[in-house]
């Protein structure tokens, strides 16, 4: 109940109580009690009309119900928070130097090379390695580590918040460019991909090979790589590459990337995870010959050509990072130096 509403119900018993007191035939003495309350209870009704609900409340002494005092101290809780600032929001540090550093995550060693960085989505700027720029508090930075590197060592992305510092340095851990090294067994424990050794097969014939993958020491191929199986299709029904009794995961092929065989080549292409250091990762090769033509008749060789991903400067959306991919938007690859290898079919 407001201040208004206690006002009308104590104004009406004063009301009530003068007109008893002046109208009705009774003693002196109780006429003027009566008249006397009826006053004081018009006074007191003024008074609640003058004043808010919860003040009056405790006025008359009266327990304020919680639904009339939360909404007041809600507000009160909201115009404090508006009108006076947190001063963990403060910073008094205008300008942060800010060095961008990347290791080897081998060798501990500076990678060197150039970072490219863009403060608050603005164009992207670069800097050296262990080289310096000036950046706000509270600025949002995009980073490409190495800057796309098509050699040596691989690019990275990484997002960081400027802190309330005079100096902040990000660092990262960059890896080197591994070579490829690939072979396959025949059950004799031949390598495949040796000229001197080839895999029988006569029509109908279906094989499982095992292959192993491996980097060189303290080399990754980070992000894996697109592999393109190109073979004959009039005397190969089928190849395809397994790890652990599971078809890997399909990739498409390259635009650049171009056929070796004539008119009877089948290409498809394969997603292999990443590779570090020299540890060997072990794959299966399936193959199923034609079941009427000899694959000795043809040149039925499996070609594998390699295509490592990376992260690159995406020039149609708007200069951002984007990947681990094998080509860029434009169709270009973005790491040089494909790998291939050959599985010798007799």
């Known amino acids: 109940m407001d201040g208004l509403n206690y006002s009308i119900v104590i104004a009406g018993i004063g009301i009530v109580l003068a007109l008893v007191a002046f109208l009705k035939k009774m003693k002196k003495g109780t ?32 327990p304020l119900a919680a639904g009339d005092v939360q909404p007041q101290l809600q507000q009160q809780n909201q115009q404090a ?15 942060t130097t ?8 081998y060798t501990s060693v500076a990678s060197g090379g150039n970072h490219r960085y863009r403060v608050n989505g603005a164009p992207a700027k670069t800097v050296a390695d262990a080289g310096t720029f000036t950046a706000s508090p509270g600025d949002v930075l995009s980073v490409l ?19 309330c510092s005079g100096t902040r340095t990000f660092s990262t851990l960059t890896v080197g460019n591994g070579s490829l090294t690939t072979k396959i ?12 050794n080839g895999e029988n097969l006569a029509a109908g014939d279906v094989v499982d090979l095992s292959m192993t993958l491996q980097s060189d020491y303290q080399k990754d191929i980070p992000y894996g790589l697109v592999r393109v199986v190109e073979y004959n299709k009039s005397t190969l029904d089928e190849v395809k590459i397994l790890s652990n009794g ?13 056929p070796i065989l004539a008119g009877s080549s089948t290409r498809i292409a394969y997603l292999i995870p990443e590779l570090l250091s020299n540890a060997e990762y072990k794959y299966t090769v399936h193959i199923d010959a034609d079941d009427t033509l000899n694959p000795s008749a043809l040149d039925s060789n499996i070609t594998f050509r390699d295509y490592p991903r990376t992260f690159f400067v995406d020039d149609d959306n708007g200069g951002s990072y984007s990947g681990p991919a094998a080509e860029d938007e434009d169709n270009v690859v973005t790491r040089t130096g494909q790998y291939t290898s050959t599985l010798n079919i007799d």
């Open 31 to 62: 006429r003027m009690t009566l008249g006397i309350l009826g006053i004081s209870a018009i006074a007191i009704s003024l008074v609640a009309f003058a004043m808010p609900s919860t003040q009056f409340g405790a006025f008359l002494g009266t």
């Open 81 to 95: 928070q508006v009108q006076q600032p947190s001063t963990l929001a403060i910073c008094a540090v205008e300008d």
């Open 98 to 105: 800010v060095t961008l550093s990347g290791q080897n995550k």
């Open 145 to 163: 580590w190495l800057n796309e590197s098509a050699t040596g060592s691989f690019a990275s992305t990484g997002t960081y918040t400027v802190p």
């Open 185 to 196: 067994l025949d059950q004799d424990a031949n390598d495949l991909i040796s000229a001197s």
């Open 246 to 258: 599971l078809v890997l995961a399909s990739a498409s092929v390259p635009i650049s990337d171009t």
